[in-house]
């Protein structure tokens, strides 16, 4: 069974930086593409940024040149650095594996996600 354990989450200020990590069990990591989602209050959940298995990544427009999404085989993790936050980016993050050609999440059994404000 897939565990999605996401971290890193916080309160930041706007123009701060942060790094999210989410560890991966349960799955042959690294044969699996990774996308983080967020959510925000009264939103749907929207694919962020994802990674395939040989490291190509995508970004939503509204973080491309400020998010930078990597991951780490041995450790089984995939991460997002954020830089240049704006209170927009203000949401619960979420990691999921998705399939690597449209980046649909394959798995129900969501983490507990990361908060992450941005707030002055």
């Known amino acids: 069974q897939v565990q999605l354990v996401e971290s890193g989450g916080g309160l930041v200020q706007p123009g701060g930086s942060q790094r999210l990590s989410c560890v991966v069990s349960?799955?042959?990591?690294?044969?699996?593409?990774m996308a983080w989602y967020r959510q925000a209050p009264g939103k749907e959940r929207e694919l962020v940024s994802a990674i395939t298995s040989d490291g190509t990544t995508n970004y939503t427009p509204s973080v491309k040149g400020r998010f930078t999404i990597s991951r780490d085989n041995a450790k089984k993790t995939v991460y997002l650095q954020m830089n240049s936050l704006k209170p927009n980016d203000t949401a619960v993050y979420y990691c999921?594996?998705?399939?690597?050609?449209?980046?649909?999440?394959?798995?129900?059994?969501w983490g507990q996600g990361t908060q992450v404000t941005v707030s002055s």
């Open positions: 999921n594996a998705v399939t690597p050609d449209n980046w649909y999440p394959l798995f129900d059994s």
């Open positions: 349960g799955i042959i990591f690294n044969t699996y593409a």
